[in-house]
């Protein structure tokens, strides 16, 4: 059954094409079914309805029995209450999630996409009087399996936030449509530090649902830190023995994940699209390694778990070879926990002091041959690089991996906004680039400049990192990377008001046409990453505050890139479905705000245009 409804649901991200004719369709449960490829997607997709709306609305009965019960109970004098008022008042309907041969898919999408190829990534929804069906392009080889599934994970996103935005209590009101979309980055990163404060498996799971809800893609986990290690390994015991507890009454500070935690998080991640990049800080930041290890140390100690924020001049020892074997032995066994291609080796913030008061270390620095202490650095980080290359891994370090000429073979996360030049040297040394500026995409930032009313830390910059100044930032800003895109003579609206067609399309409204993203023409920049560092966020509650609702900034740059639509437009998306701090929401028809369906603590003070 359908009702006239001419609103454009509040996604977020925003969709690339987006056509409706007006009308919805209601359904009480929902059938889902795949192709054997896409099972695990579909599972994921099951397990996020059932725990958001009750396993009730999940139904093993197909699209044509449920239509048939509803003829009948509307003809006979059944009583209709319970389960039979809920099947009479709306049917079941049925999701498909197929794979499509990529030519017949691109002619299916042709008339809404105006006969333009798109990119990798891509999927199809349509939602019809015959059901849900999402389609994704086929490739030609075994390879590129995990790329069809992310683009499944992604459109069963969507699907997700259709469900939540047109669910009233105990039925869906779904528009009748077809999406077509993909991504403009491929990097879509959240990083949590779980060192300083530890984050329970659980708050974990939430995060990350949250995460693929909103189309990210990559969770970057940082494991250790001077306050903590917090990853089991069987070969190394005393590093969770000594390094996961430090002094203080605070639980929140103590504790490690074991392996079986990792492969649980990692394989629940997985099926959402999310791959997890683990993080191992070496050679600073480990002073929760020399509590357990103080021979790795230049100094003969004691060491302790560290139990403020600060960057400690206690490093790993350079001149030990112990150290690097350490290291090397470390990383073994992390690499047999997470499938994934992608490691981060650390490497930032590793003061010298140490290193030119030791021994061994001056001499080692003399036996390569080195005039700069900084070089140490470079050596370490390379020799471990090269040993995680040959397990076949892409190695990933902070910006600091530039400083020295010896560490060539790191791809760079730069997040020292102060030293811009970092970015673009990266590139031109042939690394990968993942932008991630500590303002504004630190997240343990103050999100009003209201320091009285906004929780979290002040220092690095005099402005808050406020959501309007995450979703306003420009991450392809002095990369030298043009606009790409085809320009379309349709006059259609970007993410605004329904054009004639019925057709929406991100980025600003144009009289004479739209230019649309594909992916970045420079491919060597991978995307962006919102990090959330937890020296002073001491439980899980606090943590979805701080990210909340600035992450939905974050991916909206990082699915549209330039072409998302201004801010105020962002701002009515994001007040109508997943705040909940709408007009409508405010006299009390707030149950559709996502973030509250979610039970997410978030921050509600942000600016309106």
Known sequence: MTSSSTALPSLIPAPRFYEAPGDSI??????????????????????????????????????????????????????????????????????????????????????????????????????????????????????????????????????????????????????????????????????????????????????????????LNRFHWHLTDDQGWRLELLTLPEATGSGSTRPGGDP??????????????????????????????????????????????????????????????????????????????????????????????????????????????????????????????????????????????????????????????????????????????ALQQGRFLIRSPYFPYYFDFVQTDDRSISPGLAYRSPEAASLRRVYEYDPFEGLGIPLNGTVEQTGATHNGPVAETGATHNGAVAETGATHNGPAADTRFLGIQANVWTEYIRDSRRLEYMLFPRLLALAETAWNGRNRAPYTDFVRRLERGHTGQSAADQAGKGQRSILVQRDINFCYLYEQK
């Open 26 to 215: 209601f359904a009480a449960t929902l059938s889902l079914d795949a192709d054997p490829v896409f099972l695990p997607q579909l599972r994921a997709l099951r397990n996020e309805i059932q725990a958001v709306f009750g396993e009730t609305v999940l139904s093993p009965q197909s699209s044509a029995e449920e239509f048939a019960y509803f003829e009948k109970q509307t003809h006979d004098e059944t009583p209709l209450w319970g389960a039979n008022f809920r099947k009479a008042a709306a049917p079941n309907m049925q999701l498909h999630i197929r794979l499509l041969d990529r030519n017949a898919w691109q002619e299916r999408c042709a008339e809404l996409l105006y006969g333009r190829t798109v990119p990798a990534g891509s999927y199809l929804l349509e939602i019809s009087s015959a059901g849900i069906e999402i389609t994704i392009p086929g490739a030609n080889m075994l390879s590129l399996i995990p790329g069809i599934q992310d683009a499944a994970a992604v459109a069963a996103a969507t699907l997700m936030q259709l469900l939540h935005l047109g669910w009233d209590g105990w039925r869906f009101r779904l528009p009748l449509c077809k999406i077509v979309d993909w991504p403009e980055l491929s990097w879509r990163g959240l990083m949590i530090d779980s060192a300083r404060h530890f984050v329970p498996l659980a708050e974990l799971k939430k995060i990350l649902s949250m995460a693929w809800l909103y189309k």
């Open 252 to 425: 929140n500070r103590n504790g490690y994940y074991t392996q079986e935690d990792v492969r649980d998080l990692v394989a629940y991640a997985a099926d959402r699209g999310i791959m997890v990049i683990p993080e191992l800080d070496l050679p600073g930041h480990v002073q929760a390694v020399l509590a357990g290890h103080g021979e790795f140390a230049c100094t003969p100690g004691p060491h302790v778990v560290r139990t403020e924020w600060g960057i400690s001049e206690d490093v790993l020892c350079i001149g030990n070879p112990a150290a690097l074997d350490f290291a090397r032995k470390a990383w073994d066994e992390v690499c047999e926990l997470f499938p994934g291609p992608f490691v981060h080796i650390g490497g930032d913030e590793v003061p010298t002091t140490r290193w030119e008061h030791c021994p061994k270390c001056a001499a080692k620095k003399a036996e390569l041959g080195f005039t700069d202490w900084v070089d140490l650095h470079g050596y370490f980080v390379s020799s471990l690089a090269d040993h995680l290359q040959r397990k076949g891994k892409i190695v990933f370090g902070w910006d600091e991996v530039l400083d020295s000429s010896v560490a060539n073979q790191v791809h760079v996360v730069h997040w020292r906004a102060w030293l811009p030049e970092q970015s673009k040297r």
